[in-house]
């Protein structure tokens, strides 16, 4: 069993339903919440019974993360991609241009990025198996052990024997949308490509928690589907995991669509109320799951958001492939970011606006024996 069919059990499940205050006083006052409790967490509320979710969802946070919150910054290695998503700038269709880094390349963007402080990295590149095999991100794992003390990847889902040589590399953490959990929009918004296959990438999560990866980050692209239902089966998805396999540290991303080459225009709105409704729900339903805001929302919300349920934060970031070190005007790359970033404030930008607000950046926690 995976989670998979855990998904097809719930897939029906009615998330149309009125608000009812009883219900969520109930579920304000549950040490421990069901799914229909956290189903109805994310009903339609107003602003007076959202601050009571924000209330809540403070306490916990304070509770099991303390005033902390942990930085990272992601390197692409690499654009090459075989899939056909259409709301993606990496597009195998899109006309940008092409980059894979060198290992010469990666290792300056490696100096650069440990000269900030930072010590955890995000490692990226276009879901592509023949210009960005296995063995080329164990290549550049090996010169990224050098500097940095977690590494993890978002890369194209792998088999499980996969994961565990990434494991063996020293990859530690694992990031992986499934995008949208509407199986029939996953359909129409992957073309074509080895992406295309639902059932592989649901999975991939549970694969690698099977070898023993340390940390594994979950997600939706808000903007694909009503965003009510994505949340749900994040949450259920999250809970699943965290309920099989109790001794790795999951989180959570709710990254909004935003501009990319081909210009898809996303069906469903998400608004700025919605994005901090959906991370209070997450933060009452499961107490100690991680939870990540990305540089693709704006300075002031990622500030606001800080105290409301978030534990980790991306700073510094770019898009771009080398997008630390490369000189675009030189290369000709202007075109071949993967969206455009809302966040364009550097480390120190980001340590002085927590410290501000009492929390400390955490820039190292993990140690790799």
């Known amino acids: ?213 340390r940390s594994i980050n979950i997600g939706a692209l808000l903007g694909l589907s009503d965003w009510r239902q994505e949340v749900f089966y994040l949450g259920l998805h999250a809970k699943y995991l965290q309920d099989k396999f109790s001794s790795i540290d999951f989180s959570v991303s709710l990254p909004r669509l935003r501009p990319q080459t081909g210009n898809f225009v996303p069906e469903f709105d998400v608004s700025d109320e919605n994005l901090v409704q959906a991370i209070l729900a997450l933060r009452i339903f499961l107490p100690r799951l991680g939870i990540t805001i990305s540089t693709r929302e704006d300075p002031l919300l990622r500030n606001n958001l800080v105290a409301l349920g978030v534990t980790r934060m991306s700073a510094g970031s770019t898009t771009y492939v080398g997008g630390h070190t490369l000189d675009y005007s030189t290369h000709n790359l202007g075109s071949s970011s993967q969206f455009e970033i809302n966040d364009k404030r550097n480390v120190l930008e980001i340590q002085a606006m927590l410290k501000e607000k009492g929390y400390q950046a955490v820039l190292k926690d993990w140690m790799q024996v």
């Open 1 to 213: 069993m995976s989670f998979y069919d855990t998904y097809l059990k719930y897939k029906d499940f009615d998330l149309n339903r009125d608000f009812n205050l009883s219900q969520l006083t109930t579920c304000l006052n549950k040490d421990k919440l069901e799914l229909t409790d956290f189903a109805n967490l994310i009903l339609p509320l107003d602003g007076q019974h959202l601050e009571a979710l924000a209330q809540k969802a403070r306490a916990l946070t304070l509770k099991y993360f303390g005033k902390t919150i942990q930085l990272y910054t992601p390197i692409y290695l690499s654009n090459y991609c075989s899939n056909e998503c259409i709301y993606c700038g990496f597009n195998l269709h899109n006309r940008i241009t092409r980059k894979k880094l060198s290992l010469e390349e990666l290792e300056n963007e490696a100096r650069f990025i440990y000269d900030t402080g930072l010590r955890h990295v995000l490692i990226l590149t276009g879901e592509s198996r023949q210009e960005s095999p296995v063995s080329y991100i164990k290549d550049c794992v090996e010169v990224l052990k050098k500097y940095f003390s977690s590494i993890s990847v978002e890369i194209y889902a792998l088999a499980e024997d996969e994961y565990a040589d990434l494991v063996k590399s020293g990859v530690d953490g694992l990031t992986i949308y499934q995008e949208t959990y509407n199986e029939n929009i996953y359909d129409k918004v992957h073309l074509s490509g080895p992406k295309k296959d639902f059932r592989f990438r649901l999975d991939a999560p549970e694969r690698a928690a099977a070898c023993g990866m």
